[in-house]
């Protein structure tokens, strides 16, 4: 299986602050179709998860662009430009690239 | 407005059986490969299970493999998990998710809880 190591996995951050998130693999995520399946989730206390990021850099549907995705190969990246009260929770990276599909032990960040 | 409300969690003791549902409204059920999720009390996310949008292929984790069955109904836009020789460690909430790989926009219901213990 696809290990997935996030870091850290407490971050307390400033608002208005950036905040980075390191995922890092133990195989390379590239698909044999050419995609990298990198994908990033937020779960907020007391929600559902939802998710970010997809294909490493891709924002899904309302995600507002304070938050990007980068990386390449075994080593992935969620930046935050600048914190806000609601980016409080869970973030989770995963990879949709090798069954099992597996997520990272989650990093939690919250506000100083 | 895509939904997914899943539904038949609760308490099952040891080497029992579940079946949890999840009904789907809001897109074209039959388009979409469906999975669950699972989410153990204050812990990390588990991918389960996937099923493709015609119900000819499914994969599982190996450590549900042989207890666990994604099925769905696409005339009743239905996605079910039946769950047999339950264990403590299937214990966790289980979310019906809509996902796909290449393009945006995932969704999750709000998750039905699985509590395995006698």
């Known amino acids: 299986d696809v290990v997935m190591t996030q870091s850290p996995l407490s971050l307390p951050v400033t608002l208005g602050q950036p905040a980075s998130i390191s995922c890092r693999t133990s195989q390379s995520l590239v698909h044999s179709d050419g995609y990298t399946y990198l994908n990033w989730f937020q779960q907020r206390p007391g929600q559902s998860p939802r998710r970010l990021i997809y294909?490493?850099?891709n924002r899904d549907s309302g995600v507002p662009d304070r938050f990007s995705g980068s990386g390449s190969g075994t080593d992935f990246t969620l930046k935050i430009s600048r914190v806000e009260a609601e980016d409080v929770g869970i973030y989770y990276c995963m990879q949709g690239t090798r069954w099992p599909w597996t997520f990272g032990q989650g990093t939690k960040v919250e506000i100083k | 407005e895509v939904q997914l409300v899943e539904s038949g969690g609760g308490l099952v003791q040891p080497g029992g059986s579940l079946r949890v549902s999840c009904a789907a409204s809001?897109?074209?059920?039959?388009?979409?490969?469906m999975s669950w999720v699972r989410q153990a009390p204050g812990k990390g996310l588990e991918w389960v299970a996937n099923i493709r949008d015609d119900g000819s292929e499914n994969y599982y984790v190996d450590s549900v493999k042989g207890r666990f069955t994604i099925s769905r109904d696409n005339a009743k836009n239905s996605l079910y998990l039946q769950m047999n020789s339950l264990r403590a460690e299937d214990t966790a909430v289980y979310y019906c998710?809509?996902?796909?790989?290449?393009?945006?926009?995932?969704?999750w219901g709000q998750g039905t809880l699985v509590t395995v213990s006698s």
């Open positions: 294909k490493v850099s």
């Open positions: 998710v809509r996902f796909t790989r290449r393009l945006p926009d995932d969704y």
């Open positions: 809001g897109f074209t059920f039959s388009n979409y490969w």
